[in-house]
């Protein structure tokens, strides 16, 4: 099963793929992950996304598609993947078509106000990590983490302002290759308000 997820942030792709992953016995391979393990371990192509991004640019297709080519070349990945974060532009998406076949283009659909009030209600703990929701998931003191105690945090990208020029971007980028996809006959529309579980049996209704 080779699959691509699309849907705006806020979307829940990322709970869905992690839910796919183990349903199918597919790795779900995130460009952000991607980037981040090449940094890390130092590659070629690590030192250069580094250096791109410490100068606030954006990484061009060319290296994009080099690290998710060399990706799908792994042994876990010949039985099918999910893809998160590519294609982001036609050029990727055409790359795609080149190095192998699809069998379905997941477009999780969310309204704005959705995405806004999801996004913005997101805090943060500094010192672990932990995400909590001030709607979904509060923590049980209103404003501190459970472990540490320490004031949660909203970061920058979870401003309501932020988020709407997130949307913005997505929407410029993405629009176009909804409609590739949609004119490739792959795409699949699916309702991302529900609860992840309704969504994941929508899923897997879908690709039957």
């Known amino acids: 099963m080779n699959l691509v997820f699309l849907g705006p942030p806020g979307a829940g792709k990322g709970t869905i793929a992690s839910q796919a992953k183990v349903q199918y016995d597919i790795p779900h391979i995130s460009t952000g992950d991607l980037f981040r393990n090449h940094i890390k371990h130092e590659t070629e192509l690590g030192k250069q996304v580094k250096a791109i991004l410490s100068r606030g640019d954006l990484v061009p297709d060319s290296i ?5 080519k060399e990706r799908l070349a792994e042994d876990d990945a010949k ?3 999910i893809l998160d974060g590519f294609p982001r532009t036609i050029i990727q998406a055409e790359a795609l ?3 192998t076949t699809l069998d379905a283009v997941v477009n999780f ?3 704005r ?3 806004i009030k999801r996004l913005s209600g997101r805090r943060m703990c500094k010192s672990t990590g932990r995400i909590y929701h001030l709607i979904y998931d509060p923590p049980k003191k209103e404003g501190l983490d459970d472990e540490t105690g320490e004031p949660l945090m909203q970061r920058d990208d979870d401003k309501p302002e932020a988020i709407a ?3 913005d971007v997505y929407l410029e980028q993405t629009e176009p ?3 590739f996809y949609k004119e ?3 795409l699949v529309d699916i309702d991302a308000s529900h609860s992840p579980d309704t969504v994941m049996a929508e899923l897997v209704s879908v690709l039957k």
């Open 109 to 111: 659909k969310l309204g």
């Open 113 to 115: 106000e959705e995405i």
């Open 97 to 99: 078509e080149g190095m």
């Open 184 to 186: 490739e006959g792959l």
């Open 79 to 81: 039985k099918g993947f």
């Open 64 to 68: 994009t598609i080099a690290m998710v």
């Open 165 to 167: 020029h997130r949307l």
């Open 177 to 179: 290759l909804i409609a």
